[in-house]
């Protein structure tokens, strides 16, 4: 990989002296960009581009060229690449498009690309991507024109699946004033994907924060594992999030669909930060490379009342705490300065105070009077005297920032130009939104505060017992009666229940059980027993039960289809409680997946409910409930008894569990679960195992 | 009015010759801004700046003068004033700090400055202001130096309660390319209020949107019946939204907080785009100055696949449908061009189409062909002969967009110079985020497919029954029967009930009403009611009646207090249904507004609810119960019956006209309101009236 960023010659295969030959724009950008390294161009025709003579042929290229960068029509890059190939070159960026985005020949047309490239142990970027810049030394190699002057070398370095966004993201990052270090656009990933480019990435010592673009994630646990473990942080920007987007992704990278809900939850819980525009992912950058926020008080400094009320709103919504300023902090700055001229609020409005060179000094002497975890300075100033010194403060800044190692977030309002002023004065990130400065100190806090808790998922598969075994060859497995037993087999408990085929029987369960009782008409072919007449609640006696017997009897034989009936369940009524779904499938890319929510209508109705990669841990589960919207009602709200989460978060974990051990377990739902005074109860359940989805 | 934004001549009072003088500054602003009218200066000390000789005193300016501009220490203030008043001078603009904001002896001094002005019918901008700015006569009143190359002149006035959040704005949007026209901090408004400024913005000939930034709203309903009424768009930035922020609102320019679930309802109500950030609502600005968008079909047209899949997010989160693109187009552009480069999705994916000639020819036949309600264009272009090129398309679609009338939103992604040339080379808003451009789009289409609809508050008093007036002056109004009795007189159906005192009465009148009923203890002084054991349900017979009758009258003697025992009610009880709460509430700022929400513990879990001013129309209530999160469940779900929305609706126009007719009530919740298959029951309900708040 290290000769893919940094080769030490690169031919660039596809030039021709006409005025719109792409490649010839490849050419121009290693010039422009400085890169040290020889540059050979390969072409149809002979001539010369920027001084480069045009090769006719990739076999007349020199001996040990490290990288060959095609921009052909896809029908002939196999063919190329395979003269690459006996040419000694293992490293290919190919740039041309028409493969699988494009038709079914362009996917075979890709697989016989990786086909040329495994005979010749080459790794590939690309294809149908817009490649590789490397800041460090003026590797350069998108087919489109790059300004030097619009970019600025700096610590972060971006993966991004499209080749428009790659360029935006380089662009506002140097605006920004904080650089970017290498960028892929990675294409099609026909060879090389997100996993080994964030690999080499989290290992390059001159990249500190990594941005990825994505539109679908493949090997999302792999991927995420890989972030959760690293010590740099990470940003994902995952567009592709609805059904509108989903078919332009697919036709322009070939990207699938991932689950939202999914990719949401697994991000938070491998603590990487999600950023919903380019924008945001460039100030989440920004905030990461200042000292760590390691704790929920913020100290707002601003020079405007209305910014400061601005940014109090923004620290709210993203859980900062705004401390109290000791009393002693406003005599002692009166003190200092004039008198009266600050409130002792946090905010902290230095609107009556002009002279700009004591904004360093109150800002030194509050970090050290309130001992916030991080400080918001917002500066609002004109053009002219105030620019010089807004510049010699932004310095200052810049380092109480490295000498105290306290994040301090400037947050500039002025004139673009002066706020490039102080880009150029000093290296403290400068944010020029208020939203976007608290957003990234939340990120950072997060970050740092909590942990990423995305658990591995076991190399060996782990013991079962013979029960689980037996239940999980059985054919009717996705019956209530079964599933409850495989909960059971979990220590999940379960409302005590019986079998039986004939009225008698159901009246001695009955009796056995104790009414109320329930009866449920067993079948393996209805998902909704409810609506199929197959469930009858609440049944109070004898008489009650002979009826409710005779209907589901009824409804059971109606809905069987020629299949043998299974039989009738009676099961005991559980008093109390409150209904919650807890639930697991498996994901396509990210693996075991457990869902809880409200329950009964609610759950559909509100869609309230919390996602999160298993295995799970205890803190994990009892995360999980605390983020339900609805999760008052397990509180005991109005004097009510709460109900005993800690039972929930038991089943919660035996199904994180369940989904472990048994891989073949595509989906569980129990539903409802009761959460109780004293325990918690599984009433009814459903699982899928292999290929038996209906 | 017109005096304050288009005065014949200005006097500065508080100009020295100090280098930090603040008001010197104001007169370096008009003779930057080339403001054309007599500038005189008022000091303590005579001497000069900008070469305006500094006048001793406000007694030695000359007669005629339109407005005075005073920055001066606060306790000079109204001095200056009554000296003005005398020199025939009716405007003054007053932007010295330390009045309400600072303390109370500023708030005495705001007073006195407020009698003065009375005295001399004089109307007063300020105090603690940085004022007024008009671009179109170089009227440039701020005490900080503004920079004339850094503003535009344009179509949008800006209304704001914050000096620096002004500035911000006039910054943003002369950067963004659309310029200011007007610009007004408002401060403390002690005389001129938004209202005011407002009415004569919407007046203003020059000024085609309203960008107000508002801390604290204080007559809401009138503001609100203003902008509703309006031809003209208004964008409200409403910060000071949560309780950290409401202390620093106060303190620097005396705001009120107001609940910000009523202003988001107010807001959406009167057809007022509420926008969270500065930058949104300059882009909200920038969609308001398209043709409007009169619907959700939307066009997107991209060079970069990515982009396009980033904006096809953004059209889904804001309610646009991507049309289908007919098979024809894609024939039709495959002739014009070349073979095969664009496939017919939405987005249009450009990327193969290196001419941008071209770009301007597939908008106008993709307009043509597809008929979209908008059209947005992400351009992602390089510098260099790109450029040139863009800036040509840019005009071009700015043709389109006159000549066709139809929105075309243009994001550009490139280097800032880059998207600079654009700005110059035509007047079409250039976006450049594509979250930014999709909310300005439909910011437009909400504008002009769901108009305002507040309905005004009845001038008159409305005619009552008697039974209304006796209710309403009754002590215990406050009590469950008086309340449900209220409500049955505004023609909400109630559940049945009997007021009973002794066990023999209970007997009989839950024999007339029919088993089950419930028992409620008549307290006004509890609130709530089941807590205190007032509350037995589901009483099935006479022995389960005796004992529910005796534990209610024991928990009803514990809690009254002395009080005389207002009695037991007896209450059918309803079966079936789901519960609601609807509720009523009388805004200090937004006067009536009405509430409804999942009832039970979910309002109270779930926080659920949707609110609206009163009065209310029938689409309005409607409306409500489409806009909360819960509303499947009155849809009856899996198979279940539907409950009778149109009896809810019409239990909410109740409660609007019981608000309306009877401004006594200060609140009144029905909780529950049982919607049932046919019709609805008002279960249980309590009301306040005047100073019985408890």
Redesign the interface.
């Known amino acids: 990989m290290d000769k893919i960023f940094y080769p030490g010659s690169v031919a660039v295969v596809g030039v021709s002296e006409r005025p719109?030959n792409?490649a010839a724009n490849i050419i121009h950008n290693l010039l422009a960009f400085g890169y040290g390294g020889d540059v050979h161009a390969v072409g149809l025709r002979a001539g010369q581009v920027h001084g480069i003579p045009i090769l006719p042929s990739v076999r007349s290229l020199p001996e040990g060229v490290d990288l060959a960068v095609i921009l052909t029509p896809a029908a002939t890059v196999p063919g190329l690449l395979d003269a690459c190939g006996q040419k000694g070159i293992r490293r290919a960026v190919i740039e041309s498009?028409g493969f699988t985005e494009f038709s079914d020949a362009g996917r075979h047309l890709e697989e016989e690309l990786i086909a040329t490239a495994r005979s010749w142990d080459m790794r590939i970027v690309g294809p149908n991507c817009i490649s590789v810049i490397n800041t460090e030394n003026g590797l350069c190699l998108p087919f489109?024109?790059?300004?030097p002057e619009?970019t600025r070398q700096g610590p972060v370095s971006v993966l991004?699946?499209?080749?428009?966004?790659s360029?935006?993201y380089l662009?506002l990052l140097s605006?920004m004033g904080l650089g970017a270090n290498k960028v892929v656009s990675m294409g099609n990933k026909a060879d090389l994907n997100e996993i080994d480019y964030l690999t080499y990435l989290l290992a390059d010592p001159a990249t500190e924060v990594v941005c990825l673009?994505l539109?679908g994630i493949e090997q999302g646990r792999s991927l995420l594992e890989l972030a959760a473990s690293a010590p740099k942080p990470v940003i994902v920007q995952k567009?592709?999030?609805?059904?509108?987007?989903a078919?332009?992704?697919f036709?322009?990278?070939a990207a699938l669909t991932n689950d939202d809900a999914v990719v949401d939850a697994a991000l938070r819980q491998a603590g990487v930060a999600r950023a919903?525009?380019?924008?945001e992912a460039v100030a989440l950058a920004q905030g990461f490379t200042l000292p760590p926020v390691v704790g929920d008080d913020l100290l707002i400094v601003?020079?405007?009342?209305?910014?400061?009320?601005?940014a109090?709103?923004a620290?709210?919504?993203h859980g900062f705490r705004?401390m109290p300023i000791p009393a002693d902090f406003a005599t002692q700055v009166r003190h200092m300065f004039r008198a009266n001229v600050i409130?002792p609020?946090n905010?902290l409005?230095l609107?009556?105070i002009?002279d700009f060179n004591l904004y360093g000094r109150i800002v030194e002497a509050s970090l050290d009077a309130v001992q916030p975890d991080a400080l918001l300075l917002i500066h609002?100033?004109?053009?002219?005297?105030?620019a010089a010194v807004s510049e010699q403060l932004a310095r200052h800044l810049g380092h109480l920032n490295r000498d105290l190692d306290k994040p301090l977030a400037l947050c500039a309002?002025?004139?673009?130009d002066e706020v490039e002023g102080l880009r150029r004065a000093t290296d403290l990130p400068i944010f020029i939104?208020?939203?976007a400065a608290v957003r990234a100190l939340a990120a950072s806090r997060d970050r740092h505060t909590r942990p990423a808790r995305l658990r591995p998922l076991p190399s060996a598969p782990a013991e079962r017992s013979e029960k689980v075994e037996a239940l999980l060859s059985r054919q009717d497995v996705s019956t209530t009666d079964v599933a409850l037993d495989l909960c059971s087999s979990f220590d999940i408990p379960v409302a005590e229940w019986a079998v039986v085929t004939d009225q008698e029987s159901a009246r001695i369960a009955a009796t056995n059980l104790g009414y109320p009782v329930a009866l449920k008409g067993l079948s393996p072919q209805v998902s909704?027993k409810?609506?199929a007449g197959l469930v009858v609640l609440d049944i109070a006696d004898g008489e009650q039960l002979r009826a409710a017997f005779t209907a589901v009897s009824a409804a059971l034989t109606e809905h069987s289809h020629h299949q043998a009936v299974r039989g009738v369940m009676v099961q005991r009524m559980v008093p109390g409680g409150r209904e919650l779904i807890v639930g697991g499938k498996r994901d396509p890319s990210f693996g075991p997946v457990l869902m809880v929510g409200l329950g009964g209508?609610?759950v559909?109705?509100?869609?309230?409910v919390v996602l999160r990669l298993a295995p799970l841990s205890r803190e994990d589960a009892r995360e999980m409930l605390e983020e339900m919207?609805?999760?008052?009602?397990l509180h005991g709200?109005?004097?009510e008894p709460p109900m005993d989460l800690e039972a929930v978060v038991d089943v919660l974990l035996a199904v994180s569990n369940l989904l472990i051990t048994c891989p073949e377990v595509v989906e569980i739902d129990i539903n409802p679960l009761l959460a109780l005074e004293k325990g918690a109860a599984a009433i009814d359940a459903r699982a899928i195992v292999g290929s038996q989805r209906t």
């Open positions: 719109d792409l498009g489109a024109r790059i300004d619009a991004a699946q499209s080749g428009g966004v360029i935006t662009i605006e673009y539109e567009a592709n999030r609805g059904r509108a987007s078919q332009i992704a036709s322009h990278t919903q525009s380019f924008d601003s020079r405007s009342g209305g910014h400061a009320v601005v109090a709103d620290a709210e919504a705004l409130a609020t905010p409005d609107g009556a002009f609002t100033y004109s053009s002219g005297p105030e309002f002025a004139q673009r939104e208020i939203e909704h409810s609506d209508i609610y559909e109705a509100l869609d309230d919207r609805g999760r008052r009602i709200m109005r004097g």
